[in-house]
C-alpha cells in the first residue's frame, strides 16, 4: 500500500508554527548535547550521529515550507554554537578509524561550516562575521523575492510584431488601439524573440528585460561585496576559493584553466557558426544578443523542423499525465507516484509545476518537498522539444533526489558537490534525443479527445487527412539533426557567464571589487566569449545579471558546473549507455554506484569507479562538434 502523499497547503499561519517548532526542536537538540556530553568524552557515535539525526529531522520538517518560499538560515544556530564546535573539534582532532566513508564526510562538513561561521576567530570578528552572514541572508531573500514580481508588459502594433505566428499573435493581449501586449515573463518574451522580424521590437523586448528588477543591482552589489569580505575575513583569498576548495575543481585556478580551455578550442566553431548566422541578416550588422533567438529559430525553420508543428505532438496532458488524488499547493501541479521496479517498493512523490505566475521561482529547478505557457481558450497546452528536454534535466534532479540512499539528510540525492549535482540532470538530457524516445513519449493532440479533434479539423479545414499518431520519422530525423545547431555559440554564452561569476567572486582584491563595473563586466564577459554584441557599448543600460537568481543564489560561485558537468555526463553516456541506451542492467548499475551515493562519498572517486578511470573530456568535445567524432 502507497503511504499518502505529503500536506502542502499550508497557511501562512500553519508556516510560523511549524517554522517555531523547528526552532525549539533544534535548539532542544543542542541543549540535550551539551548537557549531556563534554569534550573529554565525546566520540564520533554520542557527538556526530545525533547532530547527524537533528540536521535529518531538520530537513524533513523545513523542506515543504521551503519549497513554498525559499532558504531558511536554521542550521546557522548548530554552526554558530560554540559548545557544539568544541564537541566536533574535539571528535575531529581524535581522528577516528573505524568510520565509513559517509561518516568521514558527515565529520569533515560538520566541522568545515562551523570554521567556516567563525568559530576559529576571535569573539569580535566572529561577532562581525555573523552580522555579515545574517545581513547577506537579508539582501538576498530580498534579490530572491523582486524575482517573483510581475514583469510587467510592453505594447506594440501589429506591424512591429512582423514574424509572429497566428497563435503567438492570437495569445497576445490587445487594445483599442490595435495593438498587442507582450508580458515581459521569459517563456513570452522568448518565443517573440525567436519570431519576431523587426530588429528594434527584438532589441527593446530584449533590453526591457535586462532593465527588469532595478532594486536588484544594489542588492547584487551588496550581497557580493559581503561574501568576499566574509571570505576574507575566514582567511581565504576570495569567496570562491572559500566554496571550491571542497568541491570536485578544488581551486579557482583549476576552474580558470577548465574554462580558458573550453572557451580556446570553441573559437573555430564559434567564428564558423557566427559567420553562417551572419550571412541570414540583411543589414550586415553584427549579431546581437536579441538577434541570436530569432536566427537560430530561422535556420532551424530553414533546414530542420517547424517547431510548432512537432510541439503538437508533445501535449503536456500526454507527456505528463496527471495523478488527481494527491495533495498540491496549486491547480496547475501535476503529481508522479513513483514504484522500484525491481521490489515493487513505493520510492516517492514527484511533484510538477511547469507554468510562470506571479511570485513563482521564475526559472527552471529542482526543489524537495522532502528528503511553455497555460491553456487558453481550452487549447491543449504544448510542449516544445526544447521544452520536453528541460523537463527531463529538472526531471533528473528529482530521480536523483528519489534514488537517494544516504544515512543523513544531508548527503541525501543532490545534495553533493555543487560542481557535480548537475551531472545527473545533464545526463538524462541525452535521452530527449533518442528517436525511440520521441516516437514513446509522442501522441499529436488530436488524438486525444473529440474535442481536440475537432479543434484541429477546424484550424486545418483543407487539410485532406488526421495527422499520424505519433510523431513522423521525418520530424524525428530533423529534431535529432537540429542538436548540433549553433551548439557552439550556446556553449560559448555559458563559458562567458561562468567567467562572469568567477569575475565577481574571484577578485584579485577586495578593492578591485568595489571599483568593478559589475553591468559592464557582464556584457564583455558574454561577448568576449562568444562574440555575440549585448549592451556593452553604453547605449543601453542593463542589467541581465539581476534579472536571475542564478549568481546569488543556487550557482553563486560556481556557474562553471553548468559546463564542467556537461562534460561529466558525456563522459557517462558515452561509457555507459551510448551503445544500449536502454538497458535495464545499465541502469540499475547507474543508479546504485551513482544516484544511491547522493553526495555520501568524493563524487570524483565515485565517478573514477563507475567510469573505470578518471573522466576526461573527449566525449563532450564530441557531443558539441569539436572532435570529430559525434556522441
Same mark, same amino acid.
Given at each position: ?16 508554527? *511549524? ?136 505594447? $506594440? ?17 490587445? &487594445? ?13 518574451? !522568448? ?102 533567438? $530569432? ?41 508522479? *507516484? ?27 529547478? &529542482? ?107 521525418? $520530424? ?86 553548468? !559546463? ?68
Amino acid at each position: 500500500m502507497l503511504p499518502p502523499s505529503l500536506k502542502l497547503n499550508y497557511t501562512p499561519g500553519e508556516i510560523f508554527v *511549524r517554522a517555531e517548532k523547528l526552532v525549539q526542536q533544534l535548539h532542544h537538540g543542542i541543549d540535550e548535547l551539551l548537557k549531556s556530553v563534554t569534550t573529554r568524552d565525546s566520540t564520533f557515535e554520542n557527538t556526530v550521529v545525533p547532530i547527524g539525526h537533528i540536521f535529518n529531522e531538520l530537513d524533513e520538517g523545513l523542506a515543504p515550507i521551503q519549497l513554498l518560499e525559499s532558504v531558511s538560515p536554521l542550521a546557522d544556530i548548530v554552526y554558530q554554537s560554540e559548545g557544539v564546535f568544541e564537541l566536533i573539534d574535539s571528535v575531529k582532532q581524535a581522528r577516528p578509524r573505524h568510520l565509513d566513508e559517509e561518516a568521514e564526510r558527515l565529520l569533515s562538513v560538520l566541522h568545515e561550516q562551523c570554521i567556516d561561521h567563525g568559530l576559529k576567530l576571535p569573539a569580535e570578528k566572529r561577532n562581525s562575521l555573523a552580522k555579515l552572514t545574517r545581513r547577506c541572508s537579508e539582501l538576498t531573500a530580498d534579490f530572491i523575492k523582486n524575482l517573483g514580481l510581475d514583469p510587467g508588459s510592453l505594447w $506594440f502594433y501589429e506591424d512591429e510584431l512582423n514574424g509572429l505566428s497566428k497563435a503567438t499573435l492570437g495569445g497576445l493581449d490587445s &487594445n483599442d488601439l490595435g495593438q498587442r501586449c507582450v508580458h515581459l515573463y521569459r517563456t513570452t518574451a !522568448t518565443v517573440v524573440l525567436r519570431q519576431c522580424k523587426v530588429e528594434k521590437t527584438r532589441r527593446r523586448i530584449f533590453a526591457a528585460r535586462e532593465q527588469l528588477y532595478f532594486e536588484n543591482v544594489a542588492l547584487f552589489k551588496n550581497i557580493v561585496l559581503i561574501r568576499d569580505e566574509s571570505a576574507r575575513m575566514l582567511g581565504y583569498s576570495s569567496y570562491h576559493q572559500q566554496l571550491v576548495h571542497r568541491r570536485m575543481m578544488k581551486s579557482p585556478q583549476a576552474v580558470m584553466t577548465f574554462l580558458d580551455d573550453i572557451g580556446r578550442q570553441l573559437q573555430p566553431l564559434v567564428a564558423k557558426e557566427l559567420e553562417t548566422m551572419q550571412e541570414l541578416s540583411s543589414n550586415g550588422n553584427p549579431i546581437h544578443l536579441w538577434d541570436f533567438p $530569432f536566427y537560430h529559430e530561422k535556420m532551424l525553420l530553414d533546414r530542420y523542423v517547424e517547431k510548432d508543428l512537432a510541439a503538437e505532438y508533445f501535449p503536456t496532458d500526454f507527456v505528463l499525465p496527471r495523478i488527481s488524488d494527491v495533495e498540491v499547493w496549486h491547480e496547475d501541479v501535476k503529481v508522479f *507516484r513513483v514504484v522500484d521496479l525491481v521490489d515493487q517498493t513505493f520510492v516517492g512523490f514527484l511533484y510538477t509545476d511547469l507554468y510562470p505566475r506571479v511570485g513563482k521561482y521564475n526559472h527552471a529547478a &529542482n526543489f524537495p518537498v522532502r528528503p511553455s505557457y497555460t491553456d487558453r481558450h481550452d487549447a491543449p497546452s504544448l510542449l516544445q522539444h526544447s521544452d520536453v528536454v528541460t523537463i527531463f534535466h529538472e526531471l533528473g534532479h528529482g530521480m536523483h533526489d528519489l534514488m537517494g540512499r544516504t544515512k543523513y539528510a544531508m548527503f541525501h540525492g543532490w545534495r553533493g558537490r555543487r560542481d557535480f549535482i548537475e551531472a545527473p540532470s545533464q545526463l538524462l538530457e541525452f535521452w530527449c534525443w533518442l528517436p525511440e524516445t520521441l516516437k514513446s513519449m509522442s501522441c499529436h493532440y488530436s488524438h486525444l479527445s473529440k474535442q481536440y479533434r475537432g479543434q484541429w479539423k477546424r484550424q486545418n479545414p483543407e487539410a485532406a487527412n488526421m495527422p499520424e499518431e505519433k510523431i513522423p520519422n521525418a $520530424f524525428v530525423t530533423a529534431l535529432v539533426a537540429a542538436k548540433m545547431l549553433n551548439v557552439g555559440l550556446s556553449t560559448a554564452r555559458q563559458v562567458g557567464l561562468a567567467l562572469f561569476d568567477m569575475k565577481v567572486y574571484n577578485p584579485a582584491s577586495h578593492k578591485e571589487l568595489e571599483d568593478l563595473d559589475i553591468a559592464k563586466e557582464y556584457y564583455a564577459c558574454i561577448s568576449k566569449i562568444s562574440g555575440l554584441q549585448g549592451l556593452e557599448d553604453g547605449s543601453v543600460k542593463g542589467h541581465g545579471y539581476c534579472t536571475t537568481p542564478h549568481f546569488v543564489y543556487g550557482q553563486e560561485a560556481n556557474y562553471y558546473s553548468y !559546463t564542467s558537468t556537461r562534460m561529466l555526463a558525456a563522459d557517462i553516456w558515452r561509457t555507459c549507455f551510448v551503445k544500449d541506451p536502454l538497458s535495464a542492467q545499465a541502469g540499475l548499475r547507474y543508479r546504485q554506484m551513482v544516484l544511491d551515493k547522493g553526495g555520501s562519498m568524493d563524487e570524483k572517486e565515485m565517478l573514477t569507479a563507475y567510469l573505470g578511470r578518471e573522466p576526461n573530456l573527449d566525449a563532450f568535445l564530441e557531443s558539441i562538434g569539436i572532435l570529430n567524432a559525434v556522441v
